[in-house]
């Protein structure tokens, strides 16, 4: 006999499946709360950034304040309009360097050739425009492409070779070194045109008072106008975003100082170029750093290797970029440092100039285990070296004591990173 399966009674489901909930709320962000707190939120988020080791430029920007305020106290000339211009002045070379190592630190590597790849760039420099006839422009651009391709050498072998970074630059700081000694013949020093465009580069002055103040408003602007739109790009992802109040709290804070350091400069000849181009290429890098795919696979290879190959990095062709960008920018500053003494010799290169570049770097923020810096690492650290030396030159304080005391800073700035990324990672943050 057939059962009429149209009489059939409908299915339940389980007795014990619970009836549909409702849609949860979506959890609540805690830097929303924090900003609603005010500052007492804020105050709060400081404390915990601090307990888990999230230090940020904080111990730099505090170790420019002390160096100030003892060195002013001191001598009265060390905060002056013409010692600050030529601080600034003085730290451009060093300081260029200085941001191609920040690139190469962030991989988790090193570069031991900066220095003597500036001074091999410097001496092509002067052999070509003084001794050959090449226009100064034209030699510049070659002294730079030589710089970069030391650069695209070293990570030639590094990364297609296999060979060790610490190895491959410590071979360019002896063979670059020797090819410069080449490069200036028996006579050693070359002397450049007084009036020309490498002199002109910390001899050049924008003496309108309009230059630095509008340097300054320039600055000011394109920081508040970069942080509004980019707090109503994530508020309208829905993502958390900085109030108006914040921004404009900010931009203050950075524009007393910027229209400080202008008014100080126009007390003694105006704006240096020197600091316009220092200042350019850190922003200019650190928009590449922090704002494009290239800047983020730099990151990446930093934090992990492995990983980022896994996600598609080409591992290769980013380590040989940033050497390469290591030495274009070792080369410019290479000019920077001989337009200081409107001379190549064969000093150029050598000395404390590789410690001070890779100091610089290390002492403003960027870690030596790599993942982590910026191009303002650069900025912040050549000038608590520079004002180290220029306090000392003040005070008359022997060269051995400026050494010991930027290694003592060096030595607590490398403690720091490593109490932090320790820190960091008992609060489950690394």
């Known amino acids: 006999m057939t059962a ?57 920007v505090v170790g420019l304040i002390v160096i100030g305020l003892v060195f002013q106290l001191r001598d009265s000339a060390f905060l002056g309009a013409e010692n600050l211009s030529n601080l600034f002045v003085t730290a451009a070379g060093t300081g260029l360097i200085a941001v191609g190592v920040v690139f190469v630190l962030i991989l988790g590597e090193i570069d031991l050739s900066v220095g003597s790849v500036s001074g091999l760039a410097a001496a092509v420099l002067a052999v070509l425009s003084v001794h050959h006839g090449v226009p100064e422009w034209l030699a510049l651009l070659i002294a730079l492409v030589t710089g970069a391709l030391a650069g695209v050498l070293h990570g ?21 070194n020797g090819l410069m000694l080449q490069v200036l013949g028996s006579n050693g020093t070359i002397n450049l045109d007084d009036s020309g465009l490498v002199a002109a580069l910390t001899n050049h002055y924008f003496t309108d008072i309009s230059a630095a103040y509008g340097l300054a408003t320039l600055g000011v602007a394109v920081f508040f106008l970069a942080s509004w739109r980019d707090a109503r790009r994530r508020e309208a992802a829905g993502v958390p975003s900085r109030p108006l109040s914040e921004i404009v709290l900010r931009t203050a804070a950075l524009a007393v100082p910027a229209y400080a350091v202008a008014w100080l400069l126009n007390q003694y000849k105006g704006l240096p170029l020197a600091l316009v181009i220092f200042l350019g290429v850190v922003v200019a890098l650190d928009f590449a750093l922090r704002r494009t795919s290239y800047g983020r696979k730099i990151f990446a290879l930093g934090g992990s290797v492995e990983a980022a190959r896994r996600a598609g990095v080409n591992v290769a062709a980013v380590r040989i970029s940033v050497f390469a960008l290591s030495g274009t920018m070792a080369a410019l500053g290479g000019m920077f440092l001989a337009s200081q003494i409107n001379a190549a010799n ?56 400026q050494y010991m005391i930027t290694g003592a800073v060096l030595l ?17 943050r690394v």
């Open 412 to 428: 607590a700035a490398v403690v720091i990173d490593s109490l932090s990324r320790r820190t960091q990672k008992t609060a489950g």
């Open 4 to 60: 009429d399966l149209s009489k059939e009674e409908p299915k339940e489901g389980p007795a014990d499946t619970p009836p549909p909930a409702e849609a949860a709320a979506p959890p609540v962000d805690p830097r929303l709360l924090v900003r609603e707190e005010g500052f007492a939120g804020y105050w709060s988020e400081f404390r915990r950034k601090l307990r888990s080791g999230e230090l940020g430029s904080l111990p730099v």
């Open 346 to 401: 064969q000093s150029s290169g050598a000395g404390s100039l590789l410690m001070n570049a890779i100091a610089a770097a290390v002492i403003g923020g960027t870690s030596l285990f790599g993942g982590r810096g910026s191009t303002w690492s650069a900025l912040l650290g050549v000038l608590v070296i520079q004002s180290i030396a220029s306090g000392m030159a003040l005070l008359g304080i022997a060269s051995a004591v």
């Open 156 to 176: 030639f072998f590094f990364a297609r070779i296999g060979v060790p970074a610490f190895v491959v630059t410590l071979a360019g700081l002896l063979g670059w």
